[in-house]
């Protein structure tokens, strides 16, 4: 079957920097995509990797490694803002997206 | 106003009734969808159409009716709704698939007893 995994919930402080990770497995792979969703709030795209390496754009970056499937969402210069869930989603063979079940960020003062 | 919009935003109906979601874009976009979004689950793909007379099932169609005549419109109808059908449902729109982003409408929350 397809999977994907990250954590469920992760908890940082405001100003600092926070990883969260998403391993998946999935028939092919035609990109990930990470999304971020506000609680009561629709998902909001944040970033697309297809190729390896790190993709960066202001204070999120996302890297990816196609050989192991995994992936991580790299948030830095935290503000209370970014409480949210992060969704983590792989397109597979069909250009469907699989979808993790978020991870929802918590930042503390 | 341009985007993507959901009505009911909230909806309470009974099991067996018929209940139909809507959504309706304005960008044009040649793809929509449908999602369910339960606790604890990643969102899960219920129809998705291409174009306009085109649709196809995602992971979890049972129970779900499309439809979609034009372009812009794209309802969801639950033909008889059971309590598992209870839930937060999002449309969505791409201009494509693949490294195409998708927007997403506000949701409707549905709750059926």
């Known amino acids: 079957g397809q999977n994907i995994d990250q954590p469920t919930e992760m908890t940082a402080t405001e100003g600092a920097i926070v990883q969260i990770n998403c391993t998946y497995q999935?028939?092919?792979?035609?990109?990930l995509f990470w999304y971020q969703q506000h609680a009561g709030e629709a998902p909001t795209f944040l970033s697309y990797?297809?190729l390896d390496g790190l993709e960066e754009k202001g204070r999120f970056s996302s890297f990816l490694s196609r050989s192991k499937g995994y992936s991580y969402l790299l948030l830095k210069e935290l503000q209370m803002k970014d409480s949210a869930s992060y969704l983590c989603?792989?397109?597979?063979?069909?250009?469907?997206?699989?979808w993790g079940a978020g991870t929802k960020l918590i930042i503390k003062p | 106003d341009a985007g993507i919009t959901q009505s009911p935003r909230y909806k309470i109906t009974e099991t067996g009734r018929q209940v139909t979601l809507m959504c309706h874009q304005t960008?044009?976009?040649?793809?929509m969808f449908w999602y369910r979004q339960d606790l604890g689950h990643g969102l899960r793909l219920i129809y998705y159409?291409?174009?306009?007379?085109?649709?196809d099932k995602g992971e979890v169609p049972d129970g779900y009716v499309v439809s979609r005549s034009k372009t812009e419109n794209f309802p969801l109808t639950l033909e008889s709704a059971t309590r598992s059908q209870t839930s937060v449902y999002f449309c969505?729109?791409?201009?494509?698939?693949?490294?195409?982003?998708?927007?997403f409408g506000p949701g409707t929350r549905l709750t059926v007893t």
């Open positions: 969505a729109s791409s201009e494509g698939l693949a490294a195409y982003e998708q927007y």
């Open positions: 960008w044009s976009h040649s793809y």
């Open positions: 159409s291409a174009a306009a007379d085109i649709t």
């Open positions: 999935t028939s092919g792979f035609n990109g």
């Open positions: 990797n297809v």
């Open positions: 989603a792989v397109m597979d063979s069909n250009y469907q997206l699989i």
